[in-house]
């Protein structure tokens, strides 16, 4: 079984008379590339709020040379005249991108993919919200969120109530 999260191994590099030791991050045998976007697959913003998607990619054997967003199947402009709508990415061993879109309105809901040239797809819901809470949208059923709120309310009360003091 491979160690994922073991530390990088070091090396000895020879220059001149000195000995200096480096670090190189290695990428695991056998391991995947990873790509995700951090938080929930469904994720609710206000209408006029900025969404705030991060895409990280891992375990690549270099960072990816190109990152596409899509949104409901079609790749970002983000030269479009609708504006506010930027991309910022940090490559590495760990590439980060962050895309952010600035007064989000209903034609921002949808799903949103991030697309490494050398890795996989990861994928998001974003439903933009008008006013509406996010427990009363899921399916219709806004009276059964609002009952499993209610039993997990009750039950973290009783456990604090029976829990020892400290």
Known sequence: MINVASPPTPICVRRSRLLTTATLQQRPPDVQTITEILGSPEIFIDIGS??????????????????????????????????????????????????????????????????????????????????????????GRGSLARFSSLVMTVSLGILLILLPAT
């Open 50 to 139: 900025t969404i705030n998607l991060t895409c990280i990619i891992q375990y690549t054997p270099e960072p990816p040379p190109n990152i596409a967003w899509y949104h409901n199947s079609q790749m970002i402009n983000f030269d479009s005249p609708r504006g506010g709508i930027s991309l910022v990415t940090e490559k590495g061993p760990v590439t980060t991108s962050r895309l952010l879109i600035q007064n989000a309105g209903q034609a921002d809901s949808g799903l949103y993919n991030c697309t490494p040239s050398n890795g996989n797809t990861a994928s998001v819901h974003v439903h933009i919200l008008n006013g509406e809470h996010p427990a009363a949208m899921h399916h």
